[in-house]
């Protein structure tokens, strides 16, 4: 690591010489600034780093006769630069180094991923990994596993693909692994580890079937992470997640959940920290994270360490945090009002004091929290615990924030604008999920109502859209278009009254995005002292068949005024 270090200490040498992007008005066939001071104009003044201001070419050409003009983009639609406020670059770069067979397509950088849709697709992928692995003693790790499409799997499964090579199935939610018995002895994973796990928590990591989720899998997590998280695979994960970003026209990302390890932040900061990267990182700590490590009279201590973690183009934000109410969508381990149609419960991924304590801790510090649910129970969690530490200390501007919004009932909408909530909610789960919930598990009705922007709109909510990648592919046009068309694995509508408009969605991964984060000041839309984040766009999202807009191509990105060209 010291010769990379040295290496990194050298780019930074060499780009203080160029920090910042050449002044110059920029020309476009359309400018979508998406401020109402701005309509009708097609150029931006761009001086250094910031906006500094918007107009006609012909008005701004009046008042700046020596600026330099560009007309690289005269032909495209510049907009204001997407914003994937809620993406984990650690679990990207793991994702990225796997062998994918998901049930959807991954388009990676010079890796393409095939589907899998059903037990006897997945199965026969898996058995062609074995055949063609080369390694003796390394791993097979693959990722987008999905029980409900590919059946049960066990580690007896995975033993009769291989009992000599370690097989790391890492479910499609990140949230449960499965593994071989070769893969147990690999990693040194044993009952002791489970031994300091609640009664409830045990459930949860079962080593005779090589099963582990939720707060069982975080018990065995350290001793997996030694090797997915290993400097010099997670340095060639992320900086394939780099360009990935880019690429598709990604100019400001957030984590929020980031992990608490030192060692692992050092490592994201030496790829994504430098001046050279192609957008800045927001991260947010996590308390579920923190809480495995040290004492709750701690946290804040732990919290406000993290904020000097980051550095260069690598943020820790003050005043935010992450909590978790229940399970993952995919492993439909989220906690539902009328339970599930096949009698399986949910999981709580913090128990239920301990998340009222930790609420209150960071609510009256006046934190923003932002907190992880999918099921309509967990909503119900949150939004009591909120109503009480509003009755007991009353805050304006709170913005706390419902991450994913998976399920919800019609009630709950029209109370959490009486709580002035905000939502960043994930579209994709009614892309891949909608159809086949709407047989197993939770039951057509509430399936078509999942992720239910229409009724955040017409309540007047804030909302935004994230991928939470590698939960979706971090492509802001493919999330647009699920919020907007809705369309399932099925081809058919799921719950037309949720769908929103192009303007509506775009909004949602720029501007509203901006807001999740507290920087809408400073991002989210073409407005002079804003910084000169844009996205380039070979069609205009806003007047393209809808059907077509996961299809524009990303010409190149604008980040603080320099150009990435894709």
Known sequence: MIGMKFYFVLIIIFSAFNLHAEDRIIVAKTLITLDDNYKNVNAVL??????????????????YPNEKVDKTFHEHVLIPGFIEHHIHPLLAAITMNSEIIAIDNWDLVGKKSSTAKNREEYLKQLKQLRQSHKSDTEPIVSWGFHHYFHGDLTRQDLDSISNEIPIL???????????????LEFFNINEDDLKPLSEDDKKLANIQ??????????????KTMNYLA???????????????????GITLIGNPG?????????????????????????????????????????LIEATEDQLTWGNGKVEFMPNHIKLFSDGAMYSQNMVMRDGYIDGHQGVWLMEDQIFQDVFKLYWELDYQIHIHQNGDAGLDRILDVLESNINSYPRKNHRTTIVHFGYSALDQVKRMKNLDVIVSANP????????LYSREGVGYERSQEMVRLGDLKRNNILFSLHSDMPMAPAK????????????????????????????????AVTINSAYVLGLESMYGSITPKKYANFTVLSKNPLTIDTKKIKDIKIIATIVEGKFYIN
Do not use: C, W
């Open 258 to 298: 980031a992990m608490y390890d030192r060692n692992i932040q050092e490592v994201k900061n030496y790829v994504f920290s430098d001046i050279e990267t192609p957008f800045r990182s927001m991260y947010i700590p996590s308390a579920l994270y923190m809480l495995e490590n040290v004492e709750f009279n701690n």
């Open 169 to 183: 199935i890492i479910h499609r939610s990140f949230h449960e692994f499965i593994m071989n018995s070769k893969a």
């Open 209 to 222: 079937e090589g099963h582990f989720s939720e707060r069982g899998l975080i018990a065995v997590m350290p």
């Open 476 to 507: 802001p046009l493919t999330l647009m278009d699920s919020a907007i068309n809705r369309t399932n694995y099925a081809n058919e509508t799921a719950g037309p009254a949720q769908k929103i408009s192009p303007l509506d969605a775009l909004e």
């Open 428 to 435: 994709y789960y009614v892309t891949v999920l909608s159809d």
């Open 46 to 63: 761009v001086r250094k780093d910031k906006i500094f201001d918007v107009g006609t070419f012909q008005e701004l050409k009046l008042k």
């Open 230 to 248: 290993s400097p010099q695979k997670i340095i060639k994960g992320l900086e394939i997640t780099e360009s990935y970003i880019q690429e598709n």
